[in-house]
């Protein structure tokens, strides 16, 4: 069995080998915690981005979309609290000059108590068999409770000293906790500071005149600053929505993990306007919705967990992450906050214009709450990535990688091979493409034996492969060949189309989000 960083690497490794992910600028050596997605990736990126545009947008009568610019008035930075709040606490380790998060070395230590719990429930799932109850277990064992109990301290302890602005209690946990360096091992640590992420540019021409502007670390403040603009002219009614996917910018410090923490990234977020005094409500219905859009693709509902923030953002009243089982651990895939009316306020505030809404039911004016769904497109492209990525053992001994991507998500749809380069066969597969390209997206292999193909197939996650051979020339049939199964059909090409439109069809993967 390969472990989680063996199993990562290969992750890293296949994302490049198959035209998935190639590293920024890679002839240079790269460019830290910026990646670029090549002819598979992009796809992939872009199934993602529609099948999330679909079920907020075109399925919701009540939510619109907008692109709004990444230069954004710097003011609006200073109004969402950006300016003088969007921090990381930081610490260097003084032997190794290593720079860390501080958070994230006490948030790792407290992963590892969590590993030994899992551990620990693993272990006696397999003593107790069928009669294993694993609630029970949890919160009776004495062990697991006393590691739980550590944990939730620590937590608790970190996130009351970050709340405090106490930074020296955040080196002080670290000290009493005995955290090292993970590069050299040293104890010894400078004090903790802040450090803001965003990244600053500059709009203009000469340098007297040019005006100090920020990248966008989130595309939600595009989407509060055109508020009135879309609710007037599109006349919406609250409650409503507004959906917008977009790059943003941070520069992480703890960049690691792939394409997990990146330095430029794209967000698909939504910000729900509603009346203030509903956003509980709202704060549920959004968590079992995004839910419910995470499992429609099948990638198992053990993956997924919730986690309750313990320190709240600046703007936020309640909030949670849905954290997904990635190659290493749980960890935060999207974020759903309920923000108030922080931004509308401020941006009020600071722009000395008004974003009320009239309520005709209420008939008064009010700035509305906003309830926000927000989750890293890259982010959604690691978990669904690393999650089909699978090395199978077949009968008879063999092995095959194979890339399990939910259908509707997968860069290719229909491989088309003929069984030889001869006998007129590629001609027909040629007209098969020329017939399937207007509703798939569909490719021709015709190199190395047709085993070959299908595994270089499986590997890049194409769910059919279509062959055609001598028998064709005489019925017009083809065998269609599943990824998963492996399983091979006999059809006639007339109805390929609607054969594979049930499985890749993105309308068929919706209605289970209903
Ligand atoms: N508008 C709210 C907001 O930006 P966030 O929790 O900072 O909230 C939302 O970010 C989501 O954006 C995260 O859940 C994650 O999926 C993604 N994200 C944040 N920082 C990221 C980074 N450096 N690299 C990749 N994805 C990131």
């Known amino acids: 069995m390969i472990n989680q960083e ?36 992009v796809e992939l990126k872009k199934n993602i981005r529609e099948y999330w545009w679909k079920a907020m947008v075109q399925m919701n009568e009540n939510i619109v979309g907008i692109d709004a610019a990444i230069f954004m008035h710097p003011t609006t930075w200073k109004a ?27 948030e790792d230590y407290v992963a590892k108590i969590e590993a030994k719990i899992e551990k620990e429930v693993a ?16 919160t009776t064992n004495a062990r697991v409770v006393e590691y739980k109990n550590q944990a939730d301290a620590i937590l608790k302890r970190l ?54 502007l920020y990248l966008r670390p989130e595309t939600a403040q595009g989407i509060f600053v055109n508020f009135l603009n879309v609710q007037k002219t599109g006349r919406m009614k609250i409650p409503f929505g507004i959906a917008q996917t977009g790059k943003a910018f941070r520069n992480e410090i703890v960049a690691r993990q792939f394409i997990f923490r990146m330095r430029e990234f794209e967000q698909m977020e939504m910000q729900f306007f509603i009346k203030p005094g509903t956003q509980k409500e709202w704060y549920e219905h959004w968590k079992e919705a995004r839910l419910k859009w995470h499992l429609s693709l099948g990638m198992g509902s053990e993956n997924y967990r919730f986690h ?28 759903i906050h ?41 982010r959604m492209f690691l978990a669904v990535f690393s999650n089909s990525l699978q090395e199978e053992t077949l009968e008879g ?21 003929p069984l030889l380069k001869k006998d007129g066969l590629p001609e027909i597969a040629r007209e098969i493409i020329d017939e399937l390209k207007f509703d798939f997206s569909v490719s021709y292999d015709e190199k190395d034996a047709v085993g070959r193909r299908y595994r270089r197939q499986d590997a890049a996650g194409t769910p059919f492969c279509i062959t055609v051979d001598h028998q064709t020339k005489e019925d017009q049939t083809v065998t269609l060949r599943h990824r998963d199964t492996m399983e091979q059909v006999r059809i006639p090409i007339s109805e390929l189309r609607s054969v594979i439109s049930k499985e890749v069809d993105m309308r068929n993967w919706l209605q289970k989000i209903k």
């Open 338 to 378: 309920s923000r108030t009316d922080f931004d509308l306020g401020n941006h009020e505030k600071y722009s000395g214009k008004k974003l009320q809404y009239f309520d005709p039911e209420e008939n008064k004016s009010y700035v509305p709450y906003v309830l926000e769904t927000s989750i890293g497109l890259d």
């Open 397 to 417: 001994g063999d092995t095959r990688t194979v890339l399990r991507l939910p259908f509707v998500l997968a860069p290719t749809k229909v491989a088309v091979l």
């Open 123 to 138: 272990k006696a799932e397999k003593r107790f068999g069928e009669a294993f109850d694993k609630e029970q277990f949890i």
């Open 6 to 41: 063996d199993f990562f690497k290969k992750v890293i490794s296949h994302a490049k080998e198959y035209g998935y992910i190639f590293q920024s600028s890679e002839i240079y050596d790269g460019l830290s915690a910026v990646y670029d997605y090549g002819q598979n990736g």
């Open 80 to 106: 969402s609290g950006h300016v003088d709040a969007f921090n990381d606490p930081l610490i260097d380790n003084k032997d190794s000059k290593k720079r860390y998060r501080a958070d994230v070395l006490v």
């Open 308 to 335: 309750d923030h313990e320190k709240l953002a600046h703007y936020a009243d309640a909030a949670c992450d849905i954290e997904f089982r990635f190659p290493f651990g749980f960890k935060e895939l999207e974020g």
């Open 159 to 212: 996130a009351k000293s970050l709340e405090n602005e106490d930074l020296a209690d955040v080196k002080a946990l670290i000290e009493e906790l005995e955290i090292a360096c993970p590069e050299s091992g040293s104890k010894n640590w400078t004090d903790v500071k802040q450090f803001n992420l965003m990244f600053g540019t500059k709009l203009g021409a000469t340098a007297d005149t040019a005006m100090d």
